[in-house]
Structure formats: structure tokens, C-alpha cells
């Protein structure tokens, strides 16, 4: 059935627990899917935890201004078989984050991570995300505050520089004093600047070079922390050579597009043998998840359907499963059957391509 051999690129890692290349580091993170606003939302995240047990997930970001003023849990509410999952806040006062990130602890997280990563124009008027890269002692402070307030890890996700900044050692030191004035012992790097002025967020994700060389002298100088690496990975290829080298990697865009890239992590990247889902298997969790959700929330088969466009990446057909997935005129009747139609629609093509060979 399928157009090419999307993991062939695990050949040869089979059989090899690629944890052992990092001995005695916290497994638990070795991989993770990114947070990406209006992406990581709890329907993506389901499927992705119908796909892979132990892939560390993380939410959108959330605004911790939102949690302690607004509708908390419409905001924090999961599903706890998404669990592992970390909550991202964005904000710079320690208090409000602090408060922000008991009341998440409330709702059963796993981590706290705090970005300074965002280089949006909006983050940037809320004086968060990347720009608080300029503003180390404040950071610290907002881990110290958030740290206080819980007992699960508080993390950071951050950028390898801001602009165009190219020299290591600002980098060095930004984590080096982190370490020094908090408790964050975890560190997920995107392995590129934020360029603040001029770039969309969008372009910003692909235009300011990687420098992967970054994140692993980041490792080797700082060997007690651990140090995830971000930006760019595509493949199980680079996951385990990027292992090589950090505790762990966080993969964002490609997670989402082909969501069974994650399809064999867990026996790969985690050793755990269980028979990897396949998707026949996915689809059918996926469908008695929406017939649950549109009878018990509000939530409409569109809302969900979209995360679900990559899930067929590879597959003769994926087209018509993306095409009958985001026709409106078909979704309106939020009737779960159509994500079996659609997957039917996939099996048959199959079954007719194969005869007319
Ligand atoms: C649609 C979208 C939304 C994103 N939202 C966030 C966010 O809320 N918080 C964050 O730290 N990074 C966010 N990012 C950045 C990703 O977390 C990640 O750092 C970036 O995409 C690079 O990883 P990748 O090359 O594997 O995609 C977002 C990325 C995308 C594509």
C-alpha cells in the first residue's frame, strides 16, 4: 500500500536500544513532539499517543496571564491518556507564571516548560518568548518562582541566539547562569536564532541557520543538564545521530505533517517491544475517540479532522483521505463514520491498484 518507504530510514536501528548511546540520562524525554500553537491542541495530542506511548508531548503555548485570569479549563483541561505531557506557559512575571503553573500541577502535567523561544511580534509585545533571552535574571526568576510552586520539573525552551548573533558564548552563558541561579535541570534547545525584527514566525523556523554543533557543545560543557535538541528533524536517521550526542530530540513540524513517522519510537528510541499500532489500528482508536468527544463536548468533527490530514503521508490515496477529511460540505454532519469512510475509501484504492497490476 504504500508509495514509498517512509521508515526505511530505521533500518539497521531495529534491535538497537539507542538509549544505551546516552548512558545514565533520564530516558523519559529521549523523544519529544513539539508545542505548536493551534496544532498540539488535546485531539492532535490523542493521536499521537495512539501512535507512540512514550513520546513526551507538549502543549500549544498557553498564556499564563489566561490561566490565572480566564477560563483555566477550558485552557489546561487533557485527556490523562495523553500523558506523558508537559504544559508550556508564556509570560515574564514570575508570579503570574507561578500561579499559572500551580494551578496547571492541579490538572495532573507532568513538566512546566517556560518559553523563550517565540519570536512572534505579539509574544514580543508581552515582552515573552524569545526576546526574555535578553533578560537571564529574570528568567531565572520566573524558573525560581514557577520551581516554588510545584513539585513536577519546570523546564525551558529556548534559542540557540537572538538576531544575528552568531558567537557561542552568549549561549553558554544564558544556560550556564540558568544553572547556576535555578533548579532547571532541562533544557530543549531549537538550534537556531530568533531574528526579532523582520522575520514571521513562520520564516523565522526556517531561515536563521541550524547549528546543531551548538546544542551538542551545550551537552558536552554542561554534562548534569539535560539538553534536548530541536529544529529540523525529519527522519529516524537523525533522531539516533543526534542521539549520539544529547539526551534527547524534539521534533515539531514533521510530527505533525506525518504523524506515523512516530510509528516505530517506541520500540526504536525507548525499547519497548509492544507490536507497533498500525493504520487500520490508529484510525479505529481515532474514530471512537470523536464519537466520544462529539457526544460529549462541543467540539465539531472539523476541529478535530484537521489534525488528522497527515496521518495517510505516504499511503496510495492520501489525497482522498485529506480531500473527504476537509470537505466541509461532508463534516458538517460530525458524524465520526466519515474518518472509516475516508479510511475505507484508502483500502479500496489499494485493493483496486493491486489487481491492475
Ligand atoms: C504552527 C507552529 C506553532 C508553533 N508554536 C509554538 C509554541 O506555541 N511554542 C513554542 O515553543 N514553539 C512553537 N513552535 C515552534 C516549534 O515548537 C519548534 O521549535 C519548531 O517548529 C522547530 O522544530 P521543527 O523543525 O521540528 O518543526 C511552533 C511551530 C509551528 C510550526
Known sequence: MQEDTPFADADGLANNDVRSLKK??????????????DWTDRHYRYMARLISKHTWLYSEMVNANAVVHGDSKGLLMFNP???PL?????????????RAAKIAAGYGYDEINLNCGCPSPRVQKGAFGACLMREVELVAQCLNAMQEAVAIPVTIKHRIG??????????????????????????IVHARNAWLAGLSPKDNRDIPPLRYDYVYRLKQEFP????????GVTSNTEIKQHLQY????????????????MQHWDALFFGDQHQAIDHEEVVSGLVEYVQHELQH?????????RHYLGLMHGLVGARNWRRMLSDASLLKNNNAKLIQDAW????????NRSEAI
Not at 344 to 351: G, P
Request: proline share 4%; net charge negative.
Open 86 to 98: 508537559a504544559l508550556q506557559l508564556g509570560g515574564s512575571e514570575p508570579a503570574i507564571l507561578a
Open 297 to 305: 463536548s462541543d467540539v465539531s468533527l472539523q476541529h478535530m479532522a
Open 81 to 83: 491518556q495523553e500523558q
Open 162 to 187: 537572538l538576531d544575528k548573533e552568531t558567537a557561542y558564548q552568549p549561549l553558554a552563558d544564558f544556560v550556564g547562569t540558568l544553572r547556576e541561579q535555578t533548579a532547571c535541570r532541562i533544557f
Open 24 to 37: 545514565g540520562a533520564d530516558a523519559k524525554r529521549t523523544l519529544a513532539v513539539a508545542p505548536m500553537l
Open 246 to 261: 544529547v539526551d534527547g530530540v524534539m521534533v515539531g513540524r514533521e510530527a505533525y505533517h506525518n504523524p506515523m513517522l
Open 344 to 351: 475505507q475509501f484508502i483500502k479500496n484504492q489499494s485493493v
Open 224 to 231: 548534569d543538564l539535560q539538553i534536548i535538541l530541536n529544529g
